[in-house]
């Protein structure tokens, strides 16, 4: 074990700083695939377009919503994979089902592909696994090329969907002509970038380590951000919560005035994951915060170095489509620390399994 952990204390730090490459070999492998163009066609002829998936997968499909209605003008339904019975009343034939899932056998995933099956509608699986069931029921399977992921919270798999996922986006609208071929290559070209975006995780690693020196002591905590770091806050919470065991509550920024706001006191830690275009919006945000005397702390593109933030992790001057890839690794990282400076065993968190396969 400790041979196949490569030198680091845990499967999840070193699966952490894989994600460069994990990245790198993802987006290598999906550009030679027909299963890419296969996927568009699908989507392009769809009359509605569902994306489902469990936990971290699930907010992997938030992300693609937010890609895919801006590039393509295509709005997805997303649901949580337990709910799908809410929404197999309203499939039909026409529609195509997006289903992700790291290990492909998430029993509440299979469920909603089956019951989306039994009703005619395509299946667009989006995998770590190769042969895994829910690549089996599907027409068409996308898979990430992570590589094996031992610890339990999800980290380099939710990159490479969200790589997955955009690149599908782009191929849709260039498809439907939104778009035109020079443009996608330079999508392609520029998502070869996310590797080294999501480095920062290196080089941010002892500001990280310090930053979780503080809120480890926290007993709660909210994550906001706005439009796409709304998706990403709601990841890094899920991975506060998973492995540290403390209190994160993910919320829209805008609407954390609706309730959240009121259990602010002084040193109640609010972090804003600071994505590019609602800097000046989130200000106000962090100043609502400070007002009522909350440790205010951005984990964000360069562009949020004016931030009233009392603690800011810059991640590099990155636009919206490689904010995550550089955002998302300095948030993992602090859940890692949190939890190992907390004394737990970040590759097995307590109650929780790296697959559920029971409903
Ligand atoms: C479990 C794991 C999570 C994962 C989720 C979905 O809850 O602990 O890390 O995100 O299952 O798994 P899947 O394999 O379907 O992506």
Do not use: W
């Amino acid at each position: 074990e400790e041979a196949s952990k490569g030198g680091y204390p845990h499967y999840m730090l070193k699966e952490i700083f894989e994600q460069p490459r994990a990245l790198y070999e993802t987006l290598i492998g999906l550009i030679e695939d027909p299963a890419l163009e296969e996927a568009a066609e699908l989507l392009v002829n769809a009359r509605r377009v569902f994306v489902t998936g469990a936990g971290t997968s699930y907010h992997a499909t938030l992300v693609f919503k937010h890609y895919i209605t801006g590039m393509a003008g295509i709005v997805p339904i997303d649901f949580i994979a337990s709910e799908h019975p809410e929404y197999m009343a309203a499939v039909s034939h026409e529609d195509v089902l997006i289903a992700v899932s790291q290990s492909g056998e998430t029993t509440d995933t299979l469920q909603a592909v089956r019951e989306a099956k039994k009703r005619g509608v395509k299946i667009i699986a989006v995998t770590n696994v190769i042969g895994s069931t829910l690549s089996r029921l599907a027409d068409v399977t996308l898979y990430t090329r992570a590589g094996p992921e031992i610890g339990v919270a999800a980290t380099k798999t939710f990159l490479t969907q969200v790589l997955t996922l955009q690149l599908l986006a782009a191929r849709v609208a260039c498809k439907l002509g939104v778009i035109d071929k020079s443009d996608f290559e330079s999508i392609v070209e520029k998502l070869s970038s996310a590797r080294e975006a999501a480095r920062s995780a290196e080089r941010l690693n002892p500001h990280i380590k310090a930053l979780a020196v503080i809120l480890s002591k926290a007993q709660s905590m909210f994550v906001l951000g706005r439009l796409l770091g709304a998706h990403l806050a709601r990841e890094a919470a899920l991975k506060i919560k998973e492995i540290s065991y403390v209190h994160a509550e993910a919320y829209p920024a805008g609407e954390s005035k609706h309730g959240p706001i009121a259990l602010v006191e002084e040193g109640f830690p609010v972090i804003f994951v600071g994505t590019p275009g609602v800097e000046k919006k989130l200000y106000s945000n962090m100043e609502e915060m400070k007002a009522r005397g909350a440790k205010v702390i951005v984990v964000g593109v360069d562009s949020y170095e004016d931030a009233p933030a009392d603690y800011k992790v810059l991640v590099g001057s990155y636009d919206e489509t490689l904010a995550p890839y550089a955002i998302m690794p300095p948030l993992q990282l602090l859940a890692y620390h949190m939890a190992v400076m907390l004394g737990y065993d970040p590759d097995k968190p307590r109650n929780l399994a790296k697959t559920v396969t029971v409903e």
